[in-house]
């Protein structure tokens, strides 16, 4: 079937409105019609060719909510009508290691991912969730039990909230636990109320005196200015672990120092350039860690998007129209944007000026 989505053609042109090809459900498909999808800055990066193998035409975009249209035959664990998510995979080998602890975001045969990845349906990868639908393994999608009313809120779960969830549970947010976030973003505020909500003392970190407030509403116990000497010596060896969600070049070992004996600095921000390499005695002397983490597996998303709504967790979200993504990503590049946008998917039918 052919659906109406957004897209672009190379990596020097805008997107535009595209007529993509999806698969008719299979045995173990499900098909969705999609209500609305976040914009991450993976999109970006992908779509601008600044991540290298970008394939074209690219449809980017893997927050995705929405209403179950079509199942198959095999298919017993969704139903038509039900409100579910896709995120940043849809698919792995199934027989790996990895796989095999439902660690799939790892699978040493490579996870595919829910675009730009090569799959059989044309063109030959992966279309997002810049589109009216999209068809899924029934394996890895999930169910979302928010009030429907929050459903654009919670897209940016599907990515943002799994990228920080997963590794806040790994290293054992708590509480007992003094949990630092970097960067108040996209990421960076999903980071905060996880913390928060799991009962570690959360602090947050921001290089602007103005987003103090701002990070307070979002549940953080302290706010500390990185650019403040005197605020970052007061929190010298006292971290358990911190989240660093900046996706942009920046020096560590401002934060390395303030770690604890094994403590760990995580890494889940991806910068298009290198960070500076850090100084080895930060690490060796109190046995730290410098670490990385991706999105979760898919039982720990649906863990994730249970928690959120047992907590009241969503992102906070600015709404737009499909025609404005180019507007969009051009304000996210300037941080300009509280804290996520997410796509009103019903916009593509207004065709390519809305």
């Known amino acids: 079937m052919t659906v109406k989505a957004f897209g672009a053609h190379a990596a020097d042109k805008p997107l535009e409105a595209l007529d993509i090809f999806r698969r008719a459900p299979g045995d173990h498909d499900v098909q969705i019609d999609i209500a609305y999808c976040g914009v991450c800055h993976s999109d970006l990066h992908t779509v601008r060719g600044e991540w290298a193998g970008t ?148 602090v947050a970190f921001t290089t602007s005196e103005s987003k103090r407030q701002d990070a307070k509403a979002l549940g953080a116990d302290e706010v500390v200015v990185s650019r403040n000497a005197s605020e970052m010596d007061a929190h010298a060896e006292s971290f358990d672990m911190i989240l660093d969600t900046v996706a942009v070049s920046h020096d560590l070992d401002a934060f390395t120092r303030l770690l604890r004996r094994d403590g760990a600095l995580v890494l889940v921000g991806v910068p298009k350039d290198a960070h500076p390499s850090p100084a080895v005695f930060n690490l060796v002397l109190k046995r730290r860690t410098i670490a990385g983490s991706t999105i979760g597996g898919i039982a720990e998303t649906q863990e994730m998007l249970d928690f959120c709504a047992e907590k009241g967790i969503v992102a906070d979200i600015e709404v737009i129209p499909i025609q404005r993504i180019e507007q969009a990503y051009e304000r996210m590049l300037k941080s300009d944007v509280k804290y996520r946008f997410v796509i009103d998917t019903a916009s593509l039918a207004a065709g390519p000026r809305g």
């Not at 009508?81 to 040493?108: F, I, K, T």
């Not at 991912?113 to 589109?131: E, R, V």
């Not at 929050?150 to 990515?159: H, R």
Request: charged share 15%; net charge positive; proline share 5%.
């Open 55 to 202: 394939l074209y035409p690219c449809v980017p975009g893997h927050e995705i909510v929405g209403r179950v249209s079509a199942v198959g035959a095999q298919v017993s664990r969704f139903k038509k009508g039900e409100l579910v998510g896709v995120g940043c995979m849809v698919d792995s080998c199934g027989r790996c290691a990895s796989c095999a602890e439902h660690l799939e975001q790892y699978c040493e045969r490579g996870m595919t991912l829910t675009y730009n990845s090569p799959t059989p349906d044309a063109p030959g990868h992966t279309l997002g969730g810049y589109s009216q639908r999209i068809v899924v393994n029934d394996k890895y999608v999930v169910k979302i039990s928010h009030r429907e009313e929050q459903l654009a809120a919670v897209a940016p779960l599907l990515c943002a909230g799994i990228t920080t969830y997963s590794p806040l549970r790994h290293w054992n947010a708590g509480p007992g636990k003094k949990i630092g976030v970097v960067g108040i973003g996209g990421l960076g505020h999903m980071g905060v109320k996880l913390a928060h909500a799991m009962g570690a003392h959360t």
